[in-house]
């Protein structure tokens, strides 16, 4: 299930990368939203359940690095359509600097010859639980295995409570009584969008923290709550492509048709 549901959301998503942006720019980020999430999706399949040694060592902590952009990506898209502006300003680019430490700290394994990346992977595909012990990072070495893998989710977790409370505020002042009624349905779906989202990564951090506190199993199977809030983001995804309104935003009333 997971595994297409994912497959599925990474075509969906540079779909709407390729031939939807142009319409409205505030879509690259919400694409790239949706195909960070659903890579990080396939690739926790494919280190768990995939027995794949070849595709293992092609992902794993190769692409780890997108994970850190999931949570910005989330912002710049809900502050984008909340503000109608898709503009990064300079001091956007703090945003950034997680996924650039993150990929300091996996360089060095990242250019590590591909026969060793088939030895780890040999061992990941024998014992998932390998994972928790091996130091893919420098991160790793200098923090902890079980530090570095709760970073990933409580980063997306820190920015998605930052965009609702985007939402929140933005409903708080009422601005969305400047913006055209036929765009009003968009608050709607912002909050069904935020929710799956923040329903994903929390029972995703229950998984983990039963994981690496309890030593519990828990993170290597699929739990139901992950897969309702996995399936209702794939659904929101398809709803862009359905009901196209949902990519212009929600640009204002000009202050002089106010008037």
């Given at each position: 299930?997971?595994?297409?549901?994912?497959?599925?959301g990474i075509f969906l998503s540079l779909f709407l990368i390729g031939f939807k942006a142009r319409s409205y720019t505030p879509t690259i980020y919400l694409g790239l939203f949706f195909l960070f999430t659903n890579m990080y999706a396939f690739v926790q399949f494919v280190l768990l359940n995939s027995k794949s040694v070849f595709l293992v060592a092609l992902l794993y902590t190769n692409f780890t690095v997108f994970n850190y952009l999931i949570g910005p990506m989330l912002f710049w898209y809900v502050r984008s359509v909340l503000t109608d502006n898709f503009r990064l300003k300079w001091n956007d680019l703090w945003?950034?600097?997680?996924?650039?430490?993150?990929?300091?700290?996996?360089?060095?394994?990242?250019?590590?010859?591909w026969s060793y990346k088939m030895q780890i992977a040999k061992e990941i595909v024998n014992d998932p639980g390998f994972l928790g012990n091996f130091?893919?990072?420098?991160?790793?070495?200098?923090?902890?295995?079980?530090?570095?893998?709760?970073?990933?989710?409580l980063h997306?977790?820190?920015y998605t409570i930052l965009s609702m409370s985007l939402l929140k505020g933005y409903l708080k002042r009422r601005?969305?009584?400047?913006?055209?009624?036929?765009?009003?349905?968009?608050?709607?779906?912002?909050?069904?969008?935020?929710?799956?989202?923040?329903?994903?990564?929390?029972?995703?951090?229950?998984?983990?923290?039963k994981t690496f506190l309890f030593d519990s199993d828990v993170f290597f199977t699929i739990n139901l709550l992950q897969i309702i809030a996995a399936t209702g983001l794939v659904g929101l995804l398809l709803s862009s492509f359905f009901f196209q309104s949902i990519l212009y935003g929600l640009p204002r009333i000009p202050e002089s048709d106010q008037n």
């Amino acid at each position: 299930m997971l595994l297409i549901l994912s497959v599925t959301g990474i075509f969906l998503s540079l779909f709407l990368i390729g031939f939807k942006a142009r319409s409205y720019t505030p879509t690259i980020y919400l694409g790239l939203f949706f195909l960070f999430t659903n890579m990080y999706a396939f690739v926790q399949f494919v280190l768990l359940n995939s027995k794949s040694v070849f595709l293992v060592a092609l992902l794993y902590t190769n692409f780890t690095v997108f994970n850190y952009l999931i949570g910005p990506m989330l912002f710049w898209y809900v502050r984008s359509v909340l503000t109608d502006n898709f503009r990064l300003k300079w001091n956007d680019l703090w945003h950034l600097m997680p996924t650039l430490i993150y990929l300091a700290s996996a360089f060095p394994y990242i250019i590590t010859p591909w026969s060793y990346k088939m030895q780890i992977a040999k061992e990941i595909v024998n014992d998932p639980g390998f994972l928790g012990n091996f130091e893919a990072t420098i991160l790793s070495d200098l923090l902890s295995n079980t530090i570095v893998y709760l970073s990933r989710p409580l980063h997306v977790l820190g920015y998605t409570i930052l965009s609702m409370s985007l939402l929140k505020g933005y409903l708080k002042r009422r601005e969305d009584a400047t913006i055209f009624a036929s765009q009003h349905f968009m608050t709607k779906w912002l909050f069904f969008f935020l929710g799956f989202q923040f329903i994903l990564v929390i029972s995703y951090l229950i998984s983990m923290f039963k994981t690496f506190l309890f030593d519990s199993d828990v993170f290597f199977t699929i739990n139901l709550l992950q897969i309702i809030a996995a399936t209702g983001l794939v659904g929101l995804l398809l709803s862009s492509f359905f009901f196209q309104s949902i990519l212009y935003g929600l640009p204002r009333i000009p202050e002089s048709d106010q008037n």
